[in-house]
């Protein structure tokens, strides 16, 4: 495997693995308001995602800036409960440019969550340029994002469409869900 492909894997692995179960709810709440219908906008919206972790990691691990892992870990699930919030109070004005700009500053926080894992991987095998390996694990946290999103749309088809729900209710009991999931989180986090 080249170096592209190993990196690339461990990007994917990374966000599709069960023990990143904090950046999977994140993607759950944000995408709660959405249905397959919006698929353009989910993607837009997972590519802020995208873009604002991979500025955040190039940043951490180039050492221009990082914060405490432990302040990360709890703003992690901060940015999971701010979302869930404002899915239950929706504005009319909901555009989708404060969306984009929200999902990208929640990306920068989310990235610092991967950069000490990729700052390990990195040092492992370091060679002399970061670019390659960097490029290659942002892709593959993309493409393991689409794929949880994809999963994440599908369960809401089958919901919304099939099983007949409402959208309200669903939008409602997937952020209280993530609230709540988040909340303990921090709580494990803090007092534990």
């Given at each position: ?32 308001v959405y249905s397959i219908k919006d698929w353009r906008k989910i993607i837009v919206m997972v590519t802020a995602f995208t873009v604002g972790h991979s500025i955040t990691l190039a940043a951490a ?132």
């Open positions: 495997m080249n170096e592209f492909q190993a990196y690339f894997t461990l990007g994917y692995r990374h966000i599709a693995d069960i023990n990143a179960y904090d950046h999977m709810l994140f993607l759950a709440v944000l995408c709660a691990v180039m050492d221009i800036f990082t914060l405490p892992s432990d302040i990360v870990e709890i703003l992690i699930p901060v940015t999971i409960v701010a979302t869930g919030i404002s899915n239950l109070f929706p504005t009319r004005d909901h555009s989708n440019r404060r969306v984009y700009f929200l999902t990208l500053l929640f990306g920068f926080i989310h990235g610092m969550g991967f950069s000490n894992f990729l700052k390990a991987s990195l040092m492992e095998g370091m060679d002399e340029s970061i670019f390659t390996p960097l490029l290659a694990f942002n892709l593959g946290v993309e493409a393991g994002q689409l794929l949880i999103v994809a999963i994440i749309l599908a369960v809401a088809w089958l919901v919304l469409d099939l099983l007949k729900l409402s959208e309200k209710y669903w939008r409602i009991g997937i952020s209280v869900a993530g609230i709540v999931l988040a909340l303990q989180l921090i709580y494990q986090l803090v007092f534990v």
